[in-house]
């Protein structure tokens, strides 16, 4: 594919829930050297009217009209948004059209899914990306620079916590949705684990509780997952959607360690703890817009005709773990992995530097947390 002669993508954002109203939508405005909000789908009328008018998208349309406002040629990308479970049909329907894709993480629910996205994503000659923003957030990828240099000597040790009180009712206790707390927040872990080690994890073992709480009849509420990556280092997190706002990892190394707190948000600072001898270094983060640094690097790749970083295979990667986590947890015993071999892996070359984007109010879209 040559390279194109637009000087910026259009994109159509599927699915207006909470995370498309607060951080997809206002991400255009510090996208614009590259990026155009142009068309808005959701089954939601009301979301429509309102959203369409605060951003002037004229394009709009329920999920049944997504072949049609993809085959119209008026559009060049879509940002995926739908629940996990959704995200293959818009993928299907955007190849059809030789339109791009940025895709939601998880890529999609299962290992088989995630495949046959790429196999038609490929086929078409079109380009997929999966949304980790923080493979170009600040904090994360000094972090992965310091452990490259040597800071804290070799990382043997990967821990981490992600946990909040979720909404009952909300998408992610629904599992016909692809809901529960490992894929929805224990995917933030396992990414974070493999490229801070920068590695694959070769062997997983785990625990899943659901407990009595009528919000998780469906899902798991916390998963506890241990994996062994080559060279006897481990990887160990826990996820909850049961349990009081955290969002941390630290590194323990040869010869010191590195925490992050605030790890994975996207609205707050982060902390960053450095310790070497005993001596702690602290770095504060404030927030910025991370979503907009994946806009303008997809509609980069589509303009300069380059692979995506991180890519479907990226997505692919994360989801084949999370699988083999709830298999080990299932069988209550360790599960051995042929992990996807990736030859690209986030650096500080990513790094993109955005203002943080004002609060807004949303329509018929509340928090996922209580």
Not at 2 to 22: H, M, T
Not at 263 to 284: C, M, N, P, Q, R
């Amino acid at each position: 594919m040559a390279k194109s002669s637009k000087s910026k993508i259009r994109y159509a954002v599927v699915g207006l829930g909470n995370i498309a109203q607060v951080a997809v939508l206002p991400a255009f405005e510090h996208a614009s050297e590259n990026s155009e909000l142009v068309g808005l789908l959701s089954s939601d009328p009301k979301k429509l009217s309102v959203l369409s008018e605060r951003y002037s998208v004229k394009i709009t349309g329920s999920y049944e009209d997504l072949d049609p406002i993809l085959a119209s040629g008026e559009v060049d990308a879509i940002y995926v948004a739908t629940p996990n479970s959704k995200h293959r049909i818009a993928v299907e329907s955007a190849a059809r059209a030789g339109v791009h894709v940025l895709c939601e993480k998880p890529l999609a629910r299962t290992t088989e899914d995630c495949r046959r996205m790429l196999w038609t994503a490929a086929d078409a000659k079109i380009k997929l990306m999966t949304a980790y923003r923080l493979h170009f957030e600040q904090a994360n990828l000094r972090a992965i620079q310091r452990l490259m240099e040597g800071e804290i000597g070799e990382p043997r040790i990967f821990s981490s916590v992600f946990s909040q009180q979720v909404r009952e009712g909300d998408i992610r206790t629904q599992a016909e949705l692809g809901g529960g707390a490992l894929f929805d927040m224990g995917i933030y872990c396992v990414n974070a684990a493999r490229y801070l080690f920068q590695a694959e994890p070769i062997e997983v073992s785990a625990f899943r509780a659901q407990g009595t709480d009528p919000r998780f009849t469906e899902t798991d509420e916390m998963t506890t997952a241990l994996l062994r990556f080559p060279g006897d280092r481990f990887a160990q997190f826990t996820a909850s959607q049961g349990a009081a706002d955290v969002s941390e990892f630290r590194v323990i190394g040869t010869k010191g360690d590195l925490r992050l707190d605030g790890a994975f948000g996207y609205h707050g600072k982060s902390h960053e703890f450095l310790t070497i001898d005993g001596k702690t270094e602290e770095t504060t983060t404030a927030a910025h817009d991370q979503f907009a640094a994946e806009l303008v690097h997809f509609s980069q790749c589509i303009l300069e005709d380059r692979e995506p970083e991180p890519s479907g295979e990226e997505g692919l990667a994360d989801v084949q773990i999370l699988e083999a986590i709830v298999q080990a947890a299932n069988l209550g015993r360790k599960v051995a992995l042929t992990p996807v071999e990736r030859d690209q892996r986030p650096n500080q070359r990513l790094e993109m530097r955005k203002p943080a984007t004002p609060k807004v109010e949303t329509v018929n879209a509340p928090s996922p947390s209580k």
